[in-house]
């Protein structure tokens, strides 16, 4: 194992105190050349690959095997980031808590963080920008503009407060009935 995926499989191993309890353990799978996340059954499935110095995740149902992109950073961070965050929504759906909210419903490009943009990118998915930074990170738009609000917070943040009943003290829940 090179370098970079050992980094990866220190950063999944970290993801995974969510990921498992969320029914996603990850481990690396040969036969992918991919870190897998499934569920049980594999109905999911989440893959994460480094692809040209990125991190990509994708993800597939088992009746459709196209992979759909997710998301994709060159950061690790960035990534450990937003599969914190992820799982944590997989597993308060599982605990039959609220949803989680970063802004309010309907979730639309014009509500990504301050200082960010999101563009159309080339081919599928979007592109996340901010001021001052050329790290540009891909994906769907909704997932983007999540984000967008939580990239400042560090993974165990986004824990805490993602496994917070209310969210707090940075999310909030939807409180529609």
């Known amino acids: 194992m090179n370098e970079a995926a050992a980094d990866v499989q220190a950063m999944v191993d970290r993801v995974n105190e969510v990921a498992i309890p969320a029914d996603f353990g990850g481990s690396f799978w040969e036969e992918f050349d991919a870190w897998l996340f499934a569920?049980?059954?594999?109905?999911?499935?989440?893959?994460?690959?480094?692809?040209?110095?990125?991190?990509?995740?994708?993800?597939?149902?088992?009746?459709?095997?196209?992979?759909?992109?997710?998301?994709?950073?060159?950061?690790?961070?960035?990534?450990?980031?937003?599969l914190t965050y992820y799982f944590c929504d997989s597993l308060r759906e599982d605990r039959?808590?609220?949803?989680?909210?970063?802004?309010?419903?309907p979730v639309t490009v014009d509500k990504a963080a301050e200082g960010f943009s999101i563009a159309?990118?080339?081919?599928?998915?979007?592109?996340?920008?901010?001021?001052?930074?050329s790290v540009v990170r891909r994906g769907r738009l909704i997932g983007l503009v999540k984000f967008s609000h939580y990239v400042a917070l560090t993974p165990e943040e986004i824990r805490a407060s993602a496994l917070d009943p209310e969210g707090k003290p940075h999310f909030m829940v939807d409180t529609r009935t």
Request: aromatic letters at 6%; hydrophobic letters at 40%; charged letters at 25%.
């Open 96 to 105: 039959r808590l609220p949803m989680l909210l970063v802004v309010s419903i």
């Open 39 to 82: 569920n049980s059954g594999a109905e999911i499935r989440n893959f994460l690959r480094i692809v040209d110095n990125r991190l990509v995740l994708t993800n597939a149902q088992r009746s459709n095997t196209t992979e759909q992109l997710v998301f994709s950073t060159p950061s690790l961070s960035d990534m450990e980031k937003f």
């Open 120 to 133: 159309k990118a080339e081919g599928l998915g979007y592109e996340l920008h901010c001021r001052g930074e």
